[in-house]
C-alpha cells in the first residue's frame, strides 16, 4: 500500500507539471496565431474566459486533487496494517 500511496503523489506531481507545460504551449500558440501586431499578452489563469479556466485549470485542479486523495488513503491504509 505504502508503494501504491507514492505512486498517486507521483503520478499527482507529473499531471501538474503536464497541465502546466500544456497551458503555457497554449498560451504560446495563441500568441502566435492571435495576435496580429505581433505584441502578445500573456494572460495570468484568473484572466482567462470561463471554458478556458474549466479546460486549462480545473481540469487539470480536480486530477491532481483526486490523485493526493487517493494517495492519502492509500498511505492511511498503509499505516493501519503496520
Do not use: H, N
Request: charged share 10%.
Amino acid at each position: 500500500m505504502r508503494i501504491l500511496s507514492w505512486l498517486f503523489y507521483t503520478l499527482a506531481g507529473l499531471l501538474a507539471a503536464a497541465a502546466t507545460a500544456f497551458f503555457l504551449y497554449a498560451q504560446s500558440l495563441a500568441c502566435a496565431f492571435g495576435s496580429p501586431t505581433g505584441r502578445c499578452r500573456w494572460r495570468w489563469p484568473w484572466q482567462l474566459p470561463a471554458e478556458d479556466v474549466q479546460i486549462f485549470i480545473l481540469l487539470p485542479l480536480s486530477g491532481v486533487a483526486v490523485l493526493v486523495l487517493l494517495g492519502w488513503l492509500a498511505g492511511r491504509a498503509a499505516r493501519r496494517q503496520d
